[in-house]
């Protein structure tokens, strides 16, 4: 299993929110947003921050680092590591049959994620045939979208998704981000779109406006 930090916001959590870093980055990169994010009278959650395992990185001239999994070049597009999409997959689908072990159901578990993790996110949040509460995916989009068509689980289908994206990133172009976003759609998933005049990253009114997709998906 991946190693991992975890943050309950009280005791007895009835929620837990899985969150997984960008490339580079670690499971502390996401710890800061959540006396952010988190409202008082929300119930209590249990925020599961795993590490991704270093790898060597292609676009980054083989540089080790943190990586969902490899990316061949700038157009993180084309020539996908499926290898370590599928292996990430796995992963997370590890650590949701965790938190159904320690009493918590995957209708009460959001999966999030920024960039390469919010990848991941729609990669395996997408797939599962007992559908997740919500899904988070921050400056992202639907990697092994030639598998979706025949991969996707109908059981998902249904599942709400907070997307939201900077305007001017050059990293995940924000027109990938939309792509992603319709291919979803046309599912029937309920998709939350949000566009902000950032680059690649996460700003105040994102997460504010996640707070408020968040509290009406706890019910």
Same mark, same amino acid.
């Given at each position: 299993?991946?190693?991992?930090?975890?943050?309950?916001?009280?005791?007895?959590?009835?929620?837990?929110?899985?969150?997984?870093?960008?490339?580079?980055?670690?499971?502390?990169?996401?710890?800061?947003?959540?006396?952010?994010?988190?409202?008082?009278?929300?119930?209590?959650?249990?925020?599961?921050?795993?590490?991704?395992?270093?790898?060597?990185?292609?676009?980054?001239?083989?540089?080790?680092?943190?990586?969902?999994?490899?990316?061949?070049?700038?157009?993180?597009?084309?020539?996908?590591?499926?290898?370590?999409?599928?292996? *990430?997959? $796995?992963?997370?689908? =590890? @650590?949701? !049959?965790?938190?159904?072990? /320690?009493?918590?159901?995957?209708?009460? %578990?959001? &999966?999030?994620?920024? *960039?390469? $993790?919010?990848?991941? =996110? @729609?990669? !395996?949040?997408?797939?599962? /045939?007992?559908?997740?509460?919500?899904? %988070?995916? &921050?400056?992202?989009?639907?990697?092994?979208?030639?598998?979706?068509?025949?991969?996707?689980?109908?059981?998902?289908?249904?599942?709400?998704?907070?997307?939201?994206?900077?305007?001017?990133?050059?990293?995940?172009?924000?027109?990938?981000?939309?792509?992603?976003?319709?291919?979803?759609?046309?599912?029937?998933?309920?998709?939350?779109?949000?566009?902000?005049?950032?680059?690649?990253?996460?700003?105040?009114?994102?997460?504010?406006?996640?707070?408020?997709?968040?509290?009406?998906?706890?019910?």
């Amino acid at each position: 299993m991946l190693d991992l930090i975890e943050l309950e916001t009280r005791s007895g959590p009835r929620f837990s929110v899985i969150w997984l870093h960008g490339l580079g980055a670690d499971a502390h990169d996401f710890e800061p947003i959540v006396p952010e994010l988190v409202k008082p009278h929300w119930p209590a959650l249990r925020f599961v921050f795993p590490n991704a395992p270093v790898r060597p990185i292609t676009v980054n001239g083989g540089m080790r680092m943190r990586g969902w999994y490899d990316i061949g070049g700038a157009d993180i597009a084309s020539k996908q590591d499926e290898v370590g999409i599928r292996a *990430s997959i $796995g992963a997370i689908n =590890t @650590l949701i !049959a965790r938190e159904g072990e /320690r009493g918590i159901a995957p209708s009460n %578990i959001f &999966l999030a994620g920024f *960039s390469q $993790g919010g990848a991941i =996110t @729609l990669a !395996a949040g997408l797939r599962q /045939r007992t559908p997740l509460r919500g899904l %988070i995916a &921050l400056s992202t989009y639907l990697p092994l979208h030639h598998a979706y068509e025949t991969e996707a689980a109908p059981e998902s289908f249904g599942v709400p998704i907070f997307m939201g994206h900077g305007r001017f990133d050059p990293v995940v172009p924000e027109a990938l981000g939309l792509m992603s976003r319709d291919w979803i759609a046309a599912k029937g998933n309920k998709i939350t779109w949000k566009s902000y005049p950032m680059p690649h990253s996460v700003c105040a009114e994102e997460v504010r406006d996640l707070a408020t997709w968040m509290e009406a998906a706890l019910g």
